[in-house]
């Protein structure tokens, strides 16, 4: 698809020949993820992301409509419904912590895969597009994440979806009857309930569609890599099958290893207590808090506690949103033409900050709403900001890059291992093997 | 253009959260900070040793035994445990005419109607049935408890903070509120000693509790297996046996992680070697036999050709 010398797909015998000519599927898939897509021969670890998060989202589906089966979207009746399930299902347990467990690795391998996208200026031309849909689902991600975390109608579910929904209320003018139309009623009760379920159900689906668009997308210049420079010719690329289906299954195998390992071991470590309470409407919860994944956008949501020409309430939600949105204007924030973060040392720097400070971000949003943690929170959203709006555009205006690698093979064959290496640790990130290329030729 | 919008939003975005900043600094300066003394009373729980801990936890079912009399004779006429059904006792050791006994002689009766009458009545407990609510609404619970309810056990080991450790410590932490010193050796203020109906206990997270001290005395409870029924053990039994009751799976959880994890360590070094495997032939592959091989484009050439498709 993306470069001349990808090799067609070649029917194998008589059988996928006939297939072949009336429904072209397995040449369809050859040319997306088998020997028909050429890829950049350096690709380090952290281009495992993207498939990792398929995975998860299949995880997700398939536990999901089993316990679909066995759920009941009822006010009355869910919160015993899933411990049913917890209990009386052959499996039920495995099935229902596998998908609240999957949700939380869903995130963990997107993140990586959002930032890994940042530091690499994945988002840079000609791959604007494949950035935007990456948003897209991110965005659908959340909101599926949020509607499944009130299913089981605990303490947090029904609370959360109180807080959550009260963001809408803070709009001006529509906000209360905005509030109202999300919830199908003035507090979360049964229409909200089952909504949400209907939404849950469908939201991942929406999100599997996008992904195609988001892939196809990527297919059209072909994927980046470490270097961050163009593709020149063949000795650049290899194929994706096998060469990268096999790097993708080992990665596939530790991911695997990592969520069993919190699934059966630790399974309730990523929730919260407050959510084995059935929903009750009379009696608030110390510390409302969304899951984990959300806490550095519920700091920022915090962050503004001074009425200043809007209302406090309004700034926070603007600032969360905007947090987000902001992340749509990326390419175009920062036109620099060197796209990798090896080549850009002020750009490096400013990563690694962005990085801590979404981390310290995360930390303060579970914390309670008291000090020292909003006034961290406030210190770390002024940094989030800056760093996208302010630092960014003058920063791709002013700063002096090093210079780039001819081609892929040249820092491959050369052995500037340091081109293709990881997250800008040169010499120790090389020594872990992860451009194997280099080690081979 | 859009850059220099965005560097215009984000000062402002910068502005404004700046103006929170520094306003709460100046609170956070100019007012005094009391420690809630509460919060400063306040104990995490203690650290028990239970034999479901651990990733290699598994149940001792003795314990749980001694933990389900304990719930039987002291916490069941208060606390409900509606989503364990008396069937359910076999998975702890009881034998079938055991839970068939347990349920028939239990002391509260399972709502049902006059089969002649149709008239609200009671009968004696199934195996298949629930454990019955000791009260017939929360109206009733409220009216014979000063107000307070007292909550259903099933997943209160999951629903609280510090699991069973909690509900050991809580159920041993009651203390005299005017002799108690914290680990400040400061005694409790007088202003938030407990109140009518309310008792004092450090574990609880605001200190002063509605249930009153359950296990007062060691021998409350005369355990069949000659265990000594202090009252150290009896809370720690009846935090094991209330583990059970909100996650009875958790015995198989861990063996069919363990099996899970062996086969996926077993997994991922095969994947390791294939990938080597595979890259270590890179060169060959992509050069020589692969895709780029001359003789192979020729091949691939003819074949196009043959086959009338385009490439």
């Given at each position: 698809m993306a470069f001349p010398w990808a090799q067609p797909y070649e029917p194998k015998n008589d059988f996928t020949r006939w297939i072949d000519q009336r429904l072209p599927l397995p040449r369809f898939v050859y040319g997306a993820v088998g020997g028909g897509y050429p890829v950049p021969r350096n690709l380090n670890n952290f281009w495992n992301f993207g498939v990792l998060a398929g995975i998860a989202l299949t995880i997700q589906i398939v536990t999901g409509i089993v316990l679909a089966m066995h759920y009941n979207a009822n006010a009355d009746t869910a919160f015993q419904s899933v411990e049913h399930i917890m209990r009386d299902v052959p499996q039920g347990?495995?099935?229902?912590?596998?998908?609240?467990?999957?949700?939380?690795?869903?995130f963990i391998v997107t993140y990586i895969h959002i930032f890994r996208g940042l530091y690499y200026g994945s988002y840079k031309a000609p791959r604007e597009m494949v950035w935007l849909l990456g948003l897209v689902i991110f965005l659908l991600m959340m909101a599926t994440a949020f509607m499944g975390y009130v299913l089981p109608w605990g303490q947090m579910s029904f609370w959360g979806a109180k807080v959550i929904t009260g963001l809408f209320g803070a709009i001006p003018l529509i906000g209360e009857s905005l509030q109202t139309w999300l919830l199908g009623s003035f507090a979360p009760d049964q229409a909200t309930l089952t909504r949400f379920f209907s939404l849950h159900y469908l939201l991942p689906f929406v999100i599997a569609g996008v992904i195609i668009l988001h892939v196809w997308a990527l297919h059209i210049p072909g994927s980046g890599n470490p270097t961050g420079v163009d593709v020149k010719g063949p000795q650049d690329t290899v194929p994706f099958h096998p060469f990268y289906t096999a790097k993708d299954g080992f990665a596939v195998a530790i991911f695997m290893l990592c969520f069993a390992a919190v699934t059966f071991f630790a399974p309730n470590y990523l929730g919260h207590a407050d959510n084995y309470i059935p929903a009750n409407a009379l009696s608030t919860p110390a510390h409302i808090v969304p899951e984990w994944y959300f806490w550095p956008f519920y700091a920022i949501l915090r962050a503004f506690t001074v009425d200043f020409i809007l209302p406090a309430k309004l700034w926070g939600v603007i600032a969360m949103f905007g947090a987000i949105i902001l992340l749509f204007f990326l390419p175009w924030l920062d036109p620099s033409p060197v796209r990798s973060g090896n080549y850009r040392p002020k750009f490096k720097l400013f990563f690694w900050i962005l990085v801590v400070d979404v981390l310290i971000l995360g930390y303060v949003g579970g914390a309670p709403a008291e000090e020292p943690y909003v006034m961290i929170s406030?210190?770390?959203?002024?940094?989030?900001?800056?760093?996208?709006?302010?630092?960014?555009?003058?920063?791709?205006?002013?700063?002096?890059?090093?210079?780039?690698?001819?081609?892929?093979?040249?820092?491959?064959?050369?052995?500037?291992?340091?081109?293709?290496a990881p997250y800008g640790t040169p010499t120790a990130a090389t020594e872990t093997g992860s451009v194997v290329p280099s080690k081979t030729l | 253009m859009v850059r220099l919008i965005g560097i215009l939003i984000g000062i402002g975005f910068v502005v404004v959260a700046g103006i929170s900043l520094i306003t709460g600094v100046i609170t956070h300066l100019t007012t005094?900070?009391?420690?809630?003394?509460?919060?400063?009373?306040?104990?995490?729980?203690?650290?028990?040793?239970?034999?479901?801990?651990?990733?290699?936890?598994?149940?001792?079912?003795?314990?749980?035994?001694?933990?389900?009399?304990?719930?039987?004779?002291?916490?069941?006429?208060?606390?409900?445990?509606?989503?364990?059904?008396?069937?359910?006792?076999?998975?702890?050791?009881?034998?079938?005419?055991?839970?068939?006994?347990?349920?028939?002689?239990?002391?509260?009766?399972?709502?049902?109607?006059?089969?002649?009458?149709?008239?609200?009545?009671?009968?004696?407990?199934?195996?298949?049935?629930?454990?019955?609510?000791?009260?017939?609404?929360?109206?009733?619970?409220?009216?014979?408890?000063?107000?307070?309810?007292?909550?259903?056990?099933?997943?209160?080991?999951?629903?609280?903070?510090?699991?069973?450790?909690?509900?050991?410590?809580?159920?041993?932490?009651?203390?005299?509120?005017?002799?108690?010193?914290?680990?400040?050796?400061?005694?409790?203020?007088?202003?938030?000693?407990?109140?009518?109906?309310?008792?004092?206990?450090?574990?609880?997270?605001?200190?002063?509790?509605?249930?009153?001290?359950?296990?007062?005395?060691?021998?409350?409870?005369?355990?069949?297996d000659g265990t000594n029924p202090t009252?150290?053990?009896?809370?720690?039994?009846?935090?094991?046996?209330?583990?059970?009751?909100?996650?009875?799976?958790?015995?198989?959880?861990?063996?069919?992680?363990?099996?899970?994890?062996?086969?996926?360590?077993?997994?991922s070094i095969l994947a390791w070697f294939a990938y080597k495997n595979v890259w270590a032939n890179a060169k060959r592959t992509v050069r020589v036999a692969g895709p780029l091989d001359p003789e192979n484009m020729a091949r691939r050439e003819a074949a196009k050709d043959e086959s009338g498709i385009a490439g």
């Open positions: 347990w495995f099935l229902r912590y596998a998908h609240a467990n999957g949700a939380s690795f869903f406030q210190l770390g959203t002024i940094y989030y900001f800056a760093h996208f709006l302010i630092i960014l555009p003058i920063l791709s205006r002013v700063e002096r890059t090093l210079p780039l690698p001819n081609s892929i093979s040249e820092s491959v064959l050369h052995g500037e291992k340091a081109e293709a | 005094e900070h009391v420690e809630d003394a509460a919060h400063a009373l306040h104990e995490e729980p203690r650290n028990y040793d239970f034999d479901h801990d651990g990733p290699f936890g598994r149940w001792n079912r003795q314990q749980l035994q001694r933990g389900f009399q304990v719930y039987k004779e002291v916490c069941a006429s208060c606390h409900g445990l509606n989503l364990v059904a008396f069937r359910n006792l076999s998975e702890i050791g009881y034998s079938e005419a055991a839970v068939r006994a347990i349920a028939d002689q239990w002391q509260i009766q399972v709502p049902s109607i006059n089969p002649d009458t149709g008239e609200p009545a009671g009968r004696n407990a199934l195996p298949a049935d629930r454990f019955p609510n000791p009260y017939a609404n929360e109206t009733a619970a409220r009216a014979a408890n000063n107000n307070a309810l007292p909550p259903d056990l099933s997943l209160i080991v999951k629903a609280r903070h510090g699991g069973a450790n909690y509900i050991a410590s809580l159920l041993t932490g009651y203390r005299d509120p005017a002799t108690y010193r914290d680990h400040h050796g400061q005694p409790v203020p007088e202003d938030i000693r407990p109140g009518q109906g309310l008792y004092f206990n450090p574990y609880f997270p605001n200190i002063n509790i509605a249930m009153p001290p359950p296990i007062t005395a060691d021998g409350q409870v005369t355990y069949t009252v150290d053990q009896m809370a720690q039994d009846v935090a094991a046996f209330l583990t059970w009751t909100a996650e009875p799976n958790l015995q198989t959880r861990h063996r069919a992680g363990t099996a899970v994890l062996i086969f996926l360590i077993f997994a």
